[in-house]
């Protein structure tokens, strides 16, 4: 059985923890966080690097905010650990970059936490796209949105240097992550950032961003914004024989609502359908967490490679962001080459 320590012990860490568990393919051994006041039954490190050293750790999970997630991925490779490091994966490709330079050295197993891969409607999404049933993929569309009060100016994720940008890092990196996961890259970029009613600097409240894949003609808009006053998630796939919608999320907190998937044929040629044609499916229940954590966890039992949610996958969508924020610096759209990482 591996044994982890966790870096990072607030919901997120806890979660992770539970997981672990869950999977019984591992253990957490230690847990740190600076303003931890129960480990719930783990042994309390002094500080993170008293875990990173701890020759009897497997892995690491780095449940941490934004700012730490880079240095500590880098200095948990280096010291021969599995790493499992929660998004974003550090503030620019070129980080990203740096931290692949780290993987590769150290031999070891790195995964990041795009835990919407494994939401059980992403997953039916995903193949009967692969399937080829409905054509290929004409165009995307995603909003992810969701309501914050004042009390987000007390938060880290209110502060530039720690968050490292606002509601795309946060949450629009997620639906980014999907269309790439189902389009495969994109090679064109056009963003517009917008703070309009926070006025945090470097945190914008929301981001409008069209892309396109110039090799397949594939388009995707994404709207990203934390000032619609309400929990949203939706992602549509347009076929050329039909489409894919996905609307709600399940989560722990439920203010995302039911996660209904919906998959219908296309309504192009006479008789027209009717919303009735549709097929719906209702997931009940989130298990993302606890299959994320088992997909790391036999990487390394089973020294597999990490294909979903890897230093790959994490390079992808940090160069789009990254392109996204030039566009905003630069008050234009801008196309960038595409890049291989291997």
């Given at each position: 059985?591996?044994?982890t320590?966790?870096?990072?012990?607030?919901?997120?860490g806890?979660?992770?923890?539970?997981?672990?568990?869950?999977?019984?393919?591992a253990?957490?051994?230690?847990?740190h966080d600076?303003?931890?006041?129960?480990g719930?039954g783990?042994?309390?490190?002094a500080d993170?690097?008293?875990?990173?050293?701890?020759p009897?750790?497997?892995?690491?999970?780095?449940?941490?905010?934004?700012?730490?997630n880079?240095?500590?991925?880098?200095a948990?490779?280096q010291?021969?650990k599995?790493?499992f490091?929660?998004?974003?994966?550090a503030?620019?490709?070129a980080?990203?970059?740096?931290?692949?330079?780290?993987?590769k050295?150290?031999?070891?197993?790195?995964?990041?936490?795009?835990?919407?891969?494994?939401h059980?409607?992403?997953?039916?999404?995903?193949?009967?796209?692969?399937?080829?049933?409905?054509?290929?993929?004409l165009w995307m569309?995603?909003?992810?949105?969701?309501?914050?009060?004042?009390?987000?100016?007390?938060?880290w994720?209110?502060?530039?240097?720690?968050a490292?940008?606002?509601?795309?890092?946060?949450?629009?990196?997620?639906?980014l992550d999907?269309?790439?996961?189902?389009?495969?890259?994109?090679?064109?970029?056009?963003?517009?950032v917008?703070?309009?009613?926070?006025?945090?600097?470097?945190?914008?409240?929301?981001?409008?961003?069209?892309?396109r894949?110039?090799?397949?003609?594939?388009?995707?808009?994404?709207?990203?914004?934390?000032?619609?006053?309400?929990?949203l998630?939706?992602?549509e796939v347009?076929l050329?024989?039909?489409?894919?919608a996905?609307?709600?999320?399940?989560?722990?907190?439920?203010?995302?609502?039911?996660?209904?998937f919906?998959?219908?044929k296309?309504?192009?040629?006479?008789?027209?359908?009717?919303?009735?044609?549709?097929e719906?499916?209702?997931?009940?229940?989130?298990?993302?967490?606890?299959?994320?954590?088992?997909?790391?966890?036999?990487?390394?039992?089973?020294?597999?490679?990490?294909?979903?949610?890897?230093?790959?996958?994490?390079?992808?969508?940090?160069?789009?962001?990254?392109?996204?924020?030039?566009?905003?610096?630069?008050?234009?759209?801008?196309?960038?080459?595409?890049?291989?990482?291997?």
């Amino acid at each position: 059985m591996l044994r982890t320590g966790i870096i990072g012990f607030g919901k997120m860490g806890q979660t992770r923890a539970e997981a672990v568990a869950a999977s019984g393919k591992a253990r957490v051994v230690v847990v740190h966080d600076p303003d931890l006041k129960d480990g719930r039954g783990h042994k309390v490190a002094a500080d993170a690097e008293a875990i990173i050293a701890d020759p009897a750790l497997d892995a690491v999970f780095i449940c941490t905010p934004n700012f730490r997630n880079r240095p500590l991925t880098l200095a948990a490779l280096q010291a021969g650990k599995h790493v499992f490091c929660e998004k974003p994966p550090a503030f620019t490709a070129a980080e990203v970059e740096e931290i692949m330079a780290a993987e590769k050295a150290s031999g070891k197993k790195l995964m990041y936490g795009f835990n919407h891969r494994h939401h059980g409607s992403i997953k039916a999404m995903k193949a009967l796209v692969d399937s080829g049933r409905y054509g290929r993929v004409l165009w995307m569309r995603g909003r992810y949105g969701k309501s914050v009060d004042h009390n987000y100016f007390s938060t880290w994720r209110a502060k530039k240097e720690l968050a490292g940008g606002g509601i795309l890092l946060d949450q629009g990196i997620h639906m980014l992550d999907l269309f790439l996961l189902v389009a495969g890259d994109f090679d064109e970029v056009q963003g517009m950032v917008s703070s309009l009613y926070w006025n945090l600097p470097g945190i914008e409240d929301n981001v409008f961003l069209n892309l396109r894949n110039r090799a397949t003609g594939v388009v995707a808009s994404l709207h990203s914004t934390m000032t619609q006053w309400r929990h949203l998630f939706s992602l549509e796939v347009f076929l050329e024989r039909g489409y894919m919608a996905l609307n709600g999320l399940k989560t722990s907190s439920g203010t995302y609502g039911e996660e209904i998937f919906t998959v219908a044929k296309n309504r192009s040629t006479a008789p027209a359908a009717t919303w009735e044609d549709e097929e719906r499916t209702v997931f009940h229940t989130d298990t993302s967490w606890n299959d994320e954590t088992g997909y790391f966890l036999d990487a390394i039992l089973l020294d597999r490679p990490v294909v979903s949610g890897s230093s790959a996958d994490a390079f992808k969508v940090m160069r789009l962001i990254d392109t996204v924020y030039r566009c905003e610096r630069h008050d234009t759209g801008l196309l960038y080459d595409r890049l291989r990482a291997d």
